[in-house]
């Protein structure tokens, strides 16, 4: 008997698909704030599943030009470049030393105006006024100064910059509306949880392209069919872990029981509250969201929209239950008129 939930909320997508003694649920979890970018990620990824290249584009985008997620793009590393006040937060330099740079004493040495020691025979006796520059510390000579930024002003005098940097990738969603409109049953859920494109299958039609909340599924227009992640289907089986999270060189990229990494992830982001990074939460973790909770969940450090994320994604079958019922109640109106304007005519 369908489960109550299998078109939306909580939901064991395996059982629900009918996987009997199905292995716990599969997934990744993305900790953004040690991704580096250095996209090695989407190397393993091409390399491993044999995807094309994306072409050689320069999109002016920081450093991505991947762009997106697309069908020859499973794994993309987003560059997001924010200009931002530095006193958003506490201090970076709260707690280091704020004496001068040079003791008096260290810069008369420097200066060779101390007593001769004998290691600098014959040479001239230095100037004062040179060791007391030296002693005042440094001078501001139009070029960057020996202080690091916001040293000498605050840190709420000056302007920062940083970049979120977060490999995107398939969500494996909970309640997946991709594979509730393929027509032809490429699209299937496997006893890890995880969806997969059966590309042999695949009709081309892209009905699975405008059903996806995320925007993730693509097709290759050489072929028309429909690409995405599998989550490296072929090595959970072997038992190993997924391409990109095996050369994530952060652990940026974490793979395992889906119960596990949500726990994992809670402790991740009260550790970042308790040092000073407020803004940190989970996206795509929570069962009772719109999509039942995603296979594929991350650690933002911003809104999800800054990294091109839906604020609050909802399965688009979601309402096919009322959908049908409203249409049988039409097909009945309909029914009924024609039958009153039969008999009407007849008498």
């Not at 072409?55 to 991505?64: I, K, Q, V």
Request: hydrophobic share 35%; aromatic share 8%; with cysteine.
């Amino acid at each position: 008997m369908p489960d109550a939930n299998s078109l939306y909320g909580p939901l064991d997508p395996a059982p629900d698909a009918g996987w009997v003694d199905a292995p716990p649920r599969m997934g990744f979890f993305t900790d953004t704030s040690v991704c580096i970018g250095c996209k090695a990620c989407e190397v393993a990824c091409k390399e491993w599943n044999g995807v094309p290249d994306s072409g050689f584009d320069l999109l002016g985008m920081s450093y991505d030009n991947t762009g997106a997620l697309t069908a020859n793009s499973w794994r993309h590393v987003a560059f997001i470049e924010q200009p931002r006040p530095a006193g958003h937060r506490t201090p970076p330099f709260a707690g280091d030393p704020t004496g001068p740079a040079t003791s008096p004493e260290s810069a008369a040495a420097g200066a060779v105006t101390a007593s001769d020691t004998g290691t600098n025979p014959g040479l001239p006796p230095g100037r004062p006024e040179a060791a007391a520059r030296m002693a005042a510390g440094p001078e501001f000579l139009g070029m960057p100064g020996a202080q690091p930024p916001g040293r000498d002003t605050g840190a709420e005098s000056r302007t920062d910059f940083r970049w979120l940097m977060m490999s995107d990738v398939c969500k494996h969603c909970t309640h997946a509306a991709c594979l509730d409109v393929c027509p032809t049953g490429s699209l299937f859920r496997t006893e890890f949880g995880t969806v997969v494109v059966q590309e042999d299958i695949c009709n081309g039609c892209g009905y699975c392209i405008s059903a996806c909340p995320y925007g993730v599924i693509d097709q290759r227009q050489d072929d028309g069919r429909a690409w995405k992640c599998t989550l490296c289907y072929d090595r959970m089986g072997a038992g190993m872990t997924p391409a990109c999270a095996q050369a994530c060189p952060t652990e940026s990229i974490q793979y395992g029981p889906l119960d596990e990494l949500r726990e994992r992830a809670a402790r991740r982001v009260t550790a970042l509250h308790e040092r000073g990074v407020p803004e940190a939460r989970l996206y795509g973790h929570d069962p009772t969201d719109g999509v039942g909770g995603d296979g594929a969940f991350f650690l933002l450090l911003d809104e999800p929209e800054v990294y091109g994320l839906p604020p609050d994604p909802v399965v688009t079958t979601r309402d096919l239950p009322k959908m049908w019922k409203r249409a049988g109640l039409a097909a009945l109106a309909m029914a009924a008129a024609a039958v009153a304007a039969f008999a009407g005519g007849s008498s």
